[in-house]
């Protein structure tokens, strides 16, 4: 009798019975018990409590039985259990890849190269889970976090602050367990000076004179942009990294847009035309080294009729006798001298591209062969001037009073009208999808850590968030609509369409990346990171999911929320990665048939 059994389901199922059914059949019947047992607990439960433990109880066994059905899919599907990832050492709390200066002396960089990103040189080291500082505290809710983070979350010493110029000391207060930001009437009284340079009678005037996008080099520790935020200027902030005490950290800290990068050997990962205004405050760069190179990188993402502002006691307070290589060298790049008051010194780009091709003795010629497809991604410093036949050629001045991209500007980027709105709506939808479901964690009672205010309702913690493949800037638009008082980084693979023209021209902050190696911030800046179609990009380019999961722990704060969507397989191998990081994680199935999948995730504060 139990061989004409067997022999039947060998009928059925072959000579081997398929591994899943080797699973399913316990898990059934585990699932049977459960069932039998809870029915009897929620039937008892009926006569002594109220609906709402029912429905806990409902909610909690439906949640159960996809987590047991995702398992045996994850089987299926070839998912393989993952080695256990460790934590790092302590020594890497602030641990930033792709910066070792050592490393790459003895690779053979020199000049200033060491100093700058070389991922090839730390490529293959191990892998680990970036764990925060012992005494680790939940950022402040804006705007109070704007002006006050906690000194254990950023690195930096009393021996730093009390050696950083005056400027610093009078904006800084570093207390026993916080370091405040003044509101200083200083930073107020520069930008207007700066705005009547150019003309204005105020910086409020900024946004309607075309200076929108603003890249503040060297920024300090981000006061100058937190001001121009105010005013609605995306101001990215950019300084190289920092081993201790770092401009870029602290600013992302305080929730300010911030990226690692530097004027030294190789092109900013900006397209040409990108910024209205390139500023720099005694932010130790050498403009007139290396052959005035870096002046003609400046003038490569700076858009016409954009201005170059420098202030530093280091400048001669004469323009006779400004430091002349700066002045002549601005000559040949057709920027025009506009004003100086004191220590500010401001340059126009020209916004005729005919200058290039004049016959001014000294002029830098222009570059002959110009595809703004091909990213300018950490290629080497151009001798040439770029941008100067790109169909974006148009004077900031020139702008109309709305950020909204025309269907003209659309056809100068070759993008279809439906293909770029396509991408806002259905951004939008999502947003909203999103929202209504994180809401209730996001904008709730908030279970409190040391140190966090007793905050008044909404919560907002999302101060910012990483559109990992950001296509046109759909979901900044999208937050933008809602009304979401968060600024987006948009990042751009580089091995996909280059749209960061694009998102620039619509005023918002971009980078492009490959995301098969580590993004250039420091850990646990973040507080949202968000991917549509990135997963199986990055399995078709061979990536590896493993390690872009464990490069975005790195920069998510903890309590930090992700959001990924993309087909069933993708989104199975990420949920798997998740859930051995210990990320909490669920998988949401799209009403409408399709094939897509959303994976929620949130990192926890302590990892047990």
Known sequence: MRRHLIRKLCLVF????PRIWLILCPVSVVVLIVLSSSSSTSFDSATLTVKPDIYANYRRLKDQAVSDYLDLTSLSLGVTKLKEIKLCGREREHYVPCYNVSANLLTGFKYGEEFDRHCEVSKGEPYCLVRPPKDYKTPLSWPVGRDVIWNENVKITKDQFLSSGSMTKRLMLMEENQISFRSDDGVKDYSHQVAEMIGLRNDVEFYQAGVRTVLDVGCGFGSFGAHLLSLKLMTVCMAAYELT????????????????????SRQLPFPYLSYDMVHCAECGILWDDKDGLLLIEADRILKPGGYFVLHGS??????????SPIEEFARKICWTFVAQQEETFIWQKTVDPQCYLSSIQGVIPPCREEREDIPSYYQPLASCVGGTTSKRWAPIQNRSSSSQI?????ENYGIQQDEFYEDFESSLTALRNYWSLLTPLIFSDHPKRPGDEDPLPPYNMIRNVMDMNARYGGLNAAFLEEGKA???????PIRARNTLPVIFDQGFAGVLHDWCEPFPTYPRTYDMLHANGLLSYLISERCSVTNLLLEMDRILRPEGWVVLSDDVGSIEKARAVATQIRW???????ENGSDQRILVCQKPFVRR
Not at 245 to 264: K, Y
Not at 584 to 590: N, Y
């Open 314 to 323: 280091s400048l001669s307070t004469k323009k006779g006798s400004m430091a």
């Open 245 to 264: 005490g770092s401009q870029v950290q602290i600013s992302l800290e305080r929730g300010l847009p911030a990226i690692i990068g530097n004027f030294n």
């Open 486 to 492: 968060v600024w987006v980084m948009n990042v751009v």
């Open 14 to 17: 072959g000579p081997r019975f």
């Open 584 to 590: 909490e994680a669920r998988v949401i199935d799209l």
């Open 406 to 410: 025309t269907p003209a500007a659309l």
